[in-house]
């Protein structure tokens, strides 16, 4: 995780901790409010750096054995190698899991980059990146309730584990 000069950056162990006194804190120090509402809008293509939905071997392994499938075959069925590692394939702009209601096909075993959306560090560093790669398009971010300041940094640490 990284941040600008005056911005107060965890290390690894302090992540769900207040920053010291005196210190800027990150800017969503009083909670996001978020419900997602189910668009579907997360799961498909939207822009550089958000076309892969990452998913390691015990993930992978999961779904596979999910749909009654040896990974391999899963694999061969589903995943693409990617720069970084392998990813989910996609049908058109979207997910191959993506069904037509706009659910995922897949949801109680979908991996970790999707559970933790859209808590992620990258989109986390600052106000803007936020508004532009979440609040921009994702109708749940101001819904629901209020995912206070703890339980985001642990989202974050979990999807960037
Ligand atoms: S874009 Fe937001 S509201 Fe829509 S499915 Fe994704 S997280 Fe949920
Ligand atoms: S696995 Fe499910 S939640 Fe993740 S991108 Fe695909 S359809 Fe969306």
């Keep these: 995780m990284t941040g600008n000069d005056d911005e107060w950056v965890p290390v690894d162990g302090e992540l769900d901790e207040l920053p010291p006194s ?12 978020f419900e997602c509402s189910a668009c579907g809008k997360c799961c ?27 990974r391999k075959a899963f694999d061969d069925k589903y995943t693409e190698r990617v720069p970084g590692g392998r990813s989910l394939v996609s049908k ?3 997910c191959v899991f993506l069904n037509d209601k706009n659910q995922c096909g897949i949801y ?11 808590f992620w560090p990258e ?5 803007d990146t936020w508004d532009e790669d979440v609040a ?21 640490r ?4």
């Design 22 to 33: 005196g210190d800027t804190p990150p800017w969503y120090v009083d909670g996001i409010r």
């Design 44 to 70: 498909r293509n939207h822009g550089d750096g958000y076309a892969y939905v990452y998913a390691d071997k015990a993930e992978r392994t999961a779904m596979a054995e999910s749909f009654g499938m040896t």
């Design 92 to 94: 058109g702009d979207a």
């Design 108 to 118: 109680e075993h979908r991996p970790r980059q999707c559970k933790t959306w859209p």
């Design 123 to 127: 989109l986390l560093e600052d106000r």
């Design 136 to 156: 921009s398009f994702c109708p749940g971010v101001g819904e629901g309730p209020l995912h206070d300041f703890a339980t985001i940094r642990r989202t974050a």
């Design 158 to 161: 979990e999807a960037g584990s």
